[in-house]
């Protein structure tokens, strides 16, 4: 069954909106250390830019631009940036996730900032990937 | 047997009540959680994580490695979802 095409209008404004909703997701990762905000959030985010997207176009759209193995991929590697961070901190000699010993001027926040990148990847992939298989027009 | 689950459920559940009448009250400032680990958070977080934001500090540093459990958490949910989702399609469109 082919759906009916949404909208002119309702797809050029979601079109328009959506990479300001992505940049303020971005935003939102970015400045999790030093600013409310951080990688659940900013993800949840970052996903609602690209649903709406969906919603605005059709879930074919979404479909096509995201394939599952690429979700599930993005799911895994968030994870695994995480978890590869405090294994490079192991392997320099500190605690498990303790930042200090990063090579950078601000280590701790570099830290931080990275695992943030790790939880948004992951969320949005999580909820993209819920979503993808939800949507049914 | 549905008497004896109602007295198991009943007991357990007064248990449960009994044990949280001695819990300090919300915002205690003499409860242990704030008299032990929080004056240390609040009054040298700022020079131990280098991040303004205490929330974070708590969050991604002190406590970074229960934050790679809920990570861990929202991606085994999100694969049982997928599974469960999934279970009953015959097209593989991966």
New interface residues.
């Given amino acids: 069954m082919k759906p009916e095409q949404p909208d002119l209008i309702i797809r050029m404004v979601c079109r328009g909106l959506a990479p300001f909703i992505q940049l303020f997701g971005l935003y939102v990762i970015m400045h999790?250390?030093?600013?409310?905000g951080?990688?659940f959030q900013g993800g949840v985010i970052l996903a609602s830019s690209f649903i709406l997207l969906a919603i605005a176009e059709g879930s074919e759209t979404l479909?096509r631009r995201f394939?599952?193995?690429a979700l599930?991929g993005c799911?895994?590697a968030?994870?695994l940036l995480?978890?590869g961070i405090?294994v490079v901190c192991l392997v320099l000699g500190a605690n498990?996730?303790d930042?200090g010993v990063l090579p950078f001027s601000?280590p701790?926040?570099v830290?931080?900032l990275v695992?943030?990148i790790?939880?948004g990847i992951?969320?949005m992939?999580?909820?993209l990937?819920?979503v993808r298989?939800?949507l049914t027009f | 047997m549905k008497s004896l689950h109602l007295v198991v459920t009943t007991v357990t559940g007064l248990l449960l009540i009994l044990g949280s009448l001695d819990m300090p009250d919300t915002g205690d400032p003499e409860s242990p959680p704030a008299t032990h680990v929080s004056p240390r958070y609040i009054e040298s977080g700022l020079e131990e994580?280098?991040?303004?934001?205490m929330?974070?500090?708590v969050?991604?540093?002190y406590r970074?490695?229960d934050?790679?459990g809920e990570?861990?958490v929202?991606?085994t949910?999100?694969?049982a979802?997928?599974l469960i989702?999934?279970s009953g399609r015959e097209e593989d469109?991966?």
Avoid: C, K, Q, W
């Fill in positions: 999790g250390h030093s600013s409310p951080g990688g479909r394939s599952l193995a599930t799911m895994s968030g994870v995480y978890a405090g498990y996730l930042y601000e701790r926040s830290g931080m695992i943030e790790g939880v992951t969320v992939a999580a909820m990937s819920i298989d939800l | 994580t280098a991040v303004p934001n929330v974070t500090a969050l991604a540093d970074a490695f934050t790679l990570v861990t929202i991606f949910g999100a694969l979802v997928l989702l999934r469109d991966s």
